[in-house]
T-cell receptor
Framework: NAGVTQTPKFQVLKTGQSMTLQCAQD?????MSWYRQDPGMGLRLIHY???????DQGEVPNGYNVSRSTTEDFPLRLLSAAPSQTSVYFC???????????FGDGTRLSIL | RKEVEQDPGPFNVPEGATVAFNCTYS??????FFWYRQDCRKEPKLLMS???SGNEDGRFTAQLNRASQYISLLIRDSKLSDSATYLC???????????FGAGTRLFVKA
């Protein structure tokens, strides 16, 4: 089972560039979410989706967009990269309310 | 006050020791509970779910006390490989919200 797949694993951007972090899951989970984790800090929720066509903001949504056109895919777009967005980004998916979240192995993003 | 609170540690224990972590949650609508393990700069991985009746998986035992709104994790016979951050995680009822604790850091030393 692939589970949750994130690409790329590493990326370096220049300030002002845009890019899309990809996330796909093959478990038919309705709930998907994006987190960022800065060094020594906990996970912070960026955006989440409760199903295809439905997205909502988390704690730290500024500078990011998401869409959910299919159950499987939940890409995260950085509109104009800033050094403050240097972080590790994790995508996660979950089945029902009593189910745990499953994480991808992360994208390590540096903005110069 | 955070919705899920954990002692950040660090806990420094020798190999073979027993160590216990507690976690408290403030939202009574919390429905399901988990412990995750996170190694440095890696993704969080599910360690175990937590049930009111208590559950055990090898050296790990988890307990849930709904009346007092706390969750515990006991690690017996600690190994060097247990060194990690342990996250307390709560799913709220009536929606898809998952709340992560900030984590408790464990160092197991030879």
């Amino acid at each position: 089972n692939a589970g949750v797949t994130q690409t790329p694993k590493f990326q370096v951007l220049k300030t002002g560039q845009s890019m899309t972090l990809q996330c796909a899951q093959d478990m038919n989970h309705e709930y998907m979410s994006w987190y960022r984790q800065d060094p020594g800090m906990g996970l912070r929720l960026i955006h989440y989706s409760v199903g295809a066509g439905i997205t909502d903001q988390g704690e730290v949504p500024n500078g990011y967009n998401v869409s959910r056109s299919t159950t499987e895919d939940f890409p995260l777009r950085l509109l104009s990269a800033a050094p403050s967005q240097t972080s590790v980004y994790f995508c996660a998916s979950r089945g029902g309310v009593n189910q745990p979240q499953h994480f991808g192995d992360g994208t390590r993003l540096s903005i110069l | 006050r955070k919705e899920v609170e954990q002692d950040p540690g660090p806990f420094n224990v020798p190999e073979g020791a027993t160590v216990a972590f507690n976690c408290t949650y403030s939202n009574s609508a919390s429905q399901s509970f988990f412990w995750y393990r996170q190694d440095c700069r890696k993704e969080p991985k599910l360690l175990m779910s937590v049930y009111s009746s208590g559950n055990e998986d090898g050296r790990f035992t988890a307990q849930l006390n709904r009346a007092s709104q706390y969750i515990s994790l006991l690690i017996r016979d600690s190994k060097l490989s247990d060194s990690a951050t342990y996250l307390c995680v709560v799913n709220r009822a009536g929606g898809f919200k998952t709340i992560f604790g900030a984590g408790t850091r464990l160092f197991v030393k030879a």
